[in-house]
């Protein structure tokens, strides 16, 4: 007989905490959307989330990956992930952003992001803010499918039906990251098992209650094709089209879902599915 693999899963008081440092995650990122603005440099919007983080507490667990010495990452129109803040990348009006950041707190790990078009959406391409959108959605679709007893690659499954449906009603293909992928948090911000922000042949782990993960779609106007530019971390499509990223960490128990990074714990987008944790 084969046993099936299961995801970890921790323990009422080990959501708590991770709680604690999704909260503390969501709060900067929160923080920093008042921030982003014309002629703010990524640079300043790293030291702002670093005096956040450590001012409550917390470190900025970015800074633990080896060879990375900043709080965020900040990914600027055609780049999709691992943006190097800089005091030279000063924004502009009509740029769309995408603001990484992770915190521990009391030894447990909270990672999230966002996209954004510098300006609102008044100094917006529509494309830009259609991206943004549907790559927003297809967060949300991907936490939705999780459950306690199910699969974990369900999560892809409905990022892609999300993403391609969205297509379709626009009459258009997105490209989806298929290289960079979600990954399940705790004691580390990145532990196994991975999650594919997309369809894959594999159902994967079953979903064990307390499950705790990262999900995390990006998104382009054009080809899912990244490259790695020379500062040797930020990925950039290929073909230069623009790329959305967004992320929650979450928690599954029998109860229900609890966003762990988003403020109101995924209250307003998940509806019957939001459960508090305390
Ligand atoms: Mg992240
Ligand atoms: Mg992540």
Known sequence: MFRR??????????????????????QTL??????????????????????????????????????????????VNDEVVHGIPSSSRVLHEGDLVSVDCGAELEGWNGDAAFSAVVGGSDAARPEDLRLIDLTEDALWAGITALVVGGRLYAVGESVEASIESAGAADGREYGIIEEYVGHTIGRSMHEDPQIPNYAVRDKGPTVRAG????????????????????????????????????????AVTEAGLTVLTAVDGGAARLGDAYVALD
Request: aromatic letters at 6%; charged letters at 20%; proline letters at 6%.
């Open 5 to 26: 693999s299961q995801t970890p899963g921790r323990t009422a008081d080990q959501l708590l905490l991770m709680r604690r440092a999704g909260l503390l995650v969501g």
């Open 30 to 75: 929160e923080m920093l959307r008042g921030e982003v603005r014309p002629g703010v440099s990524t640079l300043a919007l790293d030291a702002l989330a670093e005096d956040f983080i450590r001012s409550h507490g917390g470190i900025p667990n970015f800074q633990l990956v080896p060879g990375y010495a900043h709080t965020l990452c900040t990914s």
């Open 211 to 250: 499950f705790t993960g990262a999900i995390e779609p990006m998104v382009t106007l054009g080809s899912p094709s990244t490259r790695v530019l020379a500062d040797d971390w930020t990925v950039a499509t290929t073909d230069g089209s623009r790329a959305a990223h967004w992320e929650h960490s979450v």
